[in-house]
């Protein structure tokens, strides 16, 4: 966990979707909270899906027997008081093991912009992917040993993210994938002995990122199976875009790093 001397470490759990919240939680165990730390769990509530119910040609499919029917707010509302109930309580058979103090709160509202302002206030957040895919291959694809992958840089943040990510992986038994992200080709070769440094001789798999943009990074790790992408807080606010890759495109659980 990173260290912070004058409070808690606040790590921020940003929940709501059912497929992969599991993931999510399974990522902050791999972290270990200690009593050191002080975990929030967020079950964000997404108003555009209140918005879209509202539309009388908008239908909910059934997964399971691609069956449609429209899309009610108040059928809407119960779903998500059944899985932040459901988020709350998985959340508190993790942390409460471990002595932590913890909370949970329900939020409404634009996910990318509650996450945006979420981010200010944090020193490691955990967030789930939001891209869709069956309940089948959510369980094939917890149950493989993916590689924890580190994006790293010359940044501090970047050094705190590799540390995180070097102590999951061996925390899971899983392989270390490091993205490299110099400020320029030249500087590969320097980035990737201050990697070695921090890894020490433990066997890890190096990759080049083809641009310094943390989105263009994120896009081009898309073909790149992981089960958890860590990388630090860049100093400047995260756009929209950046944000919706790291919801929706990443595939796995991310790990943002002060």
């Not at 471990?98 to 634009?110: E, M, N, Y």
Request: glycine share 6%.
């Amino acid at each position: 966990m990173p260290v912070k001397t004058e409070s808690r470490v606040r790590v921020t759990v940003m929940l709501g979707n059912s497929l992969t919240d599991r993931d999510t939680l399974a990522a902050l165990e791999l972290l270990g909270p200690d009593p050191a730390a002080e975990v929030l769990g967020l079950f964000i509530e997404d108003s555009e899906l209140l918005s879209l119910a509202d539309i009388p040609v908008v239908r909910e499919y059934c997964r399971l027997t691609q069956a449609g029917r429209p899309l009610q707010v108040d059928e809407l509302e119960r779903q998500f008081r059944v899985q932040a109930r459901r988020a709350e309580r998985d959340l508190a058979e993790m942390v409460n093991p471990r002595g932590c103090p913890w909370s949970f709160r329900a939020l409404r509202g634009d996910p990318v912009d509650l996450l945006r302002q979420t981010l200010a206030e944090v020193d490691l957040m955990l967030l789930g992917s939001t891209a869709g895919m069956p309940p089948g291959m959510v369980r094939r694809q917890a149950a493989a040993k993916r590689p924890v992958m580190a994006i790293f840089d010359r940044s501090e943040p970047a050094d705190r993210a590799l540390r995180v990510a070097l102590r999951m992986a061996e925390s899971s038994g899983a392989s270390l994938v490091v993205v490299l992200a110099p400020d320029s080709p030249e500087e590969m070769d320097t980035l990737q002995e201050q990697a070695r440094g921090i890894v020490g001789e433990r066997p890890v798999d190096y990759l080049e990122a083809s641009s310094g943009s943390i989105a263009a990074t994120l896009e081009g790790l898309r073909r790149h199976p992981a089960g958890q992408l860590v990388l630090g807080m860049p100093a400047e606010p995260l756009d929209d875009h950046t944000i919706a890759l790291l919801r929706g495109r990443s595939n796995c659980t991310v790990i943002l790093v002060r």
